[in-house]
């Protein structure tokens, strides 16, 4: 039963326009979300990350935006670059868990130049 | 500043081989983690280390699996013997630990078993 859902294993966008990767968990203990970006051949790496208590993280280019009430999360990219082509993974902590991080599957974002 | 270090970055063994993976952190982050990154899934913890101690090893397949974290620093994943399902890719994170939860991964060791 997966915790955290992924439902679009791939997008594509224009080099310029705005990027949307959505996330959905089930579990309601959860209380911190972060998205990973990961290259070939390289490890997930750090991107953004947003509290249960807030609905709205921003960092440059990135915003995630998080609804509670819908168990949704999306990671906004704007203006997209050819260099944001990656995978992204949605990961999520429950209460309690510390560190431990249950991710989903990934999203393969390729943005044409 | 070095990021995480693991090694070998690939393996191919036959089945029922041992294997070990070896994992260096960030420099004065306490906790490790070792994941399992099967193809076209997310990364699945293995095992968590709070310093020397294995916190969180509920997801560890025991019969076949072990880690140590020999001091708090240095990590080794052991398979043995590897089955053909243990192909995938290693990853080991590491983090400050407490209530900072972004974890830095390394590049990871991809297996496969043959």
């Known amino acids: 039963d997966q915790q955290v859902k992924q439902n679009s294993p791939s997008l594509s966008v224009q080099e310029g326009r705005i990027s949307i990767l959505n996330c959905d968990y089930t579990?309601?203990?959860?209380?911190?979300f972060l998205w990973y970006k990961k290259y070939p051949a390289e490890g997930p790496t750090f991107l953004i990350s947003i509290s249960s208590i807030k609905d709205k993280n921003e960092d440059g280019r990135f915003t995630v935006f998080l609804n509670k009430s819908a168990k949704h999360l999306s990671l906004h990219i704007v203006p997209s670059q050819p260099g944001d082509s990656a995978v992204y993974f949605c990961?999520?902590?429950?209460?309690?868990?510390?560190?431990?991080?249950?991710f989903g599957k990934g999203t393969k974002l390729s943005v044409k130049p | 500043e070095a990021g995480v270090v693991q090694s070998p970055r690939y393996k191919i063994i036959e089945k029922k081989q041992p294997v070990a993976f070896w994992c260096n952190p960030i420099?004065?982050?306490?906790?490790l983690y070792w994941y399992r990154q099967n193809l076209g899934q997310g990364p699945e913890l293995l095992i968590r280390?709070?310093?020397?101690?294995?916190?969180?090893d509920s997801q560890l397949p025991k019969d076949r699996f072990s880690a140590e974290r020999l001091k708090g620093v240095d990590s080794t994943l052991k398979i043995q013997p590897a089955e053909l399902g243990d192909s995938a890719v290693y990853l080991c994170?590491?983090?400050?630990?407490?209530?900072?939860?972004?974890?830095?991964f390394g590049q990871g060791t991809r297996l496969t078993v043959v």
């Open positions: 280390y709070e310093n020397e101690e294995a916190v969180d």
């Open positions: 990961a999520a902590r429950r209460r309690g868990s510390q560190g431990n991080l249950i």
């Open positions: 994170a590491s983090s400050l630990g407490g209530t900072n939860t972004e974890a830095f």
């Open positions: 420099s004065g982050h306490n906790t």
């Open positions: 579990n309601s203990m959860f209380d911190y």
